[in-house]
């Protein structure tokens, strides 16, 4: 499955359609859901496959009808950003290096709260899902938090659809130009 990532990712790198962008990165966020579905987080594989694969799919075919389908290639070669992209992954993958192993029953996040949650999580929310506890009662905040954030993008498609840049105005500014 990770092979399958790397391969989107090599592919979005690489292509210059940006439909063909738009579809992989959707592809891409459906594998990361299915990646999630293995590490039996299925509740990030569902916002996952919902936010990554569908909505912003979405919104991001709503703002490539403002634009054109094929990136503008510049003429200088982008090594800098390159350079930075992999010093920045290179201290991802380092930091890695000190997490616990998948499964371990000593990992800190299954001494920490997670006993708590389903020990007192019930009789604390009167809730007999504990996943339903700990997404709306536990971590209500950062879920609102998610919502809001899927609801601001929302609104800045919307904004760009409804008083963005027109097919009229982009014809005329491509006179000019």
Do not use: C
Request: net charge negative; aromatic share 8%.
């Amino acid at each position: 499955m990770l092979t399958f990532m790397v391969l989107t990712v090599f592919l979005i790198v690489r292509l210059h359609n940006l439909f063909a962008v738009v579809m992989l990165s959707g592809i891409y966020s459906l594998l990361a859901a299915l990646l999630f579905v293995v590490l039996d987080a299925v509740d990030v594989a569902f916002t996952e496959a919902a936010v990554g694969a569908g909505i912003s799919t979405v919104l991001m075919l709503g703002a490539l009808s403002l634009t054109t389908q094929h990136e503008k290639v510049g003429a200088r070669k982008p090594w800098i950003p390159l350079l930075v992209v992999l010093v920045t992954g290179a201290a991802l993958v380092y930091a890695t290096l000190d997490m616990p192993h998948y499964g371990d029953p000593n990992a800190p996040i299954h001494q920490h709260v997670a006993p708590l949650y389903l020990e007192e999580g019930m009789a604390e929310t009167t809730v007999p899902n504990i996943v339903t506890v700990v997404l709306a009662s536990y971590r209500g905040y950062d879920t609102m938090g998610e919502v809001i954030v899927v609801f601001t993008a929302g609104v800045g498609v919307w904004a760009l659809l409804a008083f963005g840049v027109g097919p009229k105005r982009r014809k005329k500014a491509g006179d000019s130009a």
